[in-house]
């Protein structure tokens, strides 16, 4: 979130805590009918506009400034449930979030493009990753690290924390 300007890092945070509690809230091996209530929550919350929230939920208050893309937060509520009560295999889960990165493209102002789409589906793991490492603007470069990062676990590649620091350093700084 550090990498994004300072103006777009509450849409980022927001939307990582958001999936957070979501994915807490849909844990495997609690009952589908509980899951589906929190879940219901949720979705209640987004089809309403925020200055209808409720004040006493501190994340709800980290996500007034989707408001205008309260439909991608819903979808990505809507993509948990079918991962658990569906069949789908997260392929809803998946598409979700990657409108949801498209929606913070936008309220942050970054143009929404193939290189943007197939980062986040890279980061996702939905797509295998293109030999060309999509081109993003500054202010989605939280999206470069998260993907660079998640391929550098899917490779296999030697951990630590000098050697993801690194890793991280380089993808925030030059985005790749």
């Known amino acids: 979130m550090l990498y994004a300007p300072r103006a777009f890092q509450a849409l980022w945070e927001g939307f990582l805590l958001l999936d957070r ?20 929550w949720w979705r209640d919350r987004f089809d309403q506009p925020a200055a209808e929230w409720p004040q006493g939920e501190p994340l709800l208050a980290k996500l007034t400034a989707w408001d205008a893309e309260r439909e991608a937060l819903r979808g990505i509520v809507d993509g948990w449930e ?11 889960l998946g598409r979700a979030r990657v ?9 942050s102002g970054a143009k929404i493009d193939d290189d943007l789409r ?19 603007p500054g202010v989605m470069r939280p999206l470069a690290i998260l993907r660079g990062m998640a391929l550098r676990e899917a490779a296999g590649r030697p951990g630590g924390p000098w050697r993801d620091f690194l890793a991280i350093l380089r993808l925030g700084l030059l985005g790749r």
């Open 21 to 40: 509690r979501l994915a807490d809230a849909a844990k495997e091996g609690r009952d589908p009918l509980m899951i589906q209530l929190r879940l219901a």
């Open 118 to 136: 197939q980062a986040a589906a890279e980061w996702l793991g939905i797509e295998p990753p293109k030999r060309r490492a999509p081109i993003l």
């Open 99 to 107: 409108e949801a990165v498209c929606a913070l493209a936008r309220l």
């Open 82 to 92: 079918a991962r658990i009560v569906g069949e789908d295999g997260g392929a809803e």
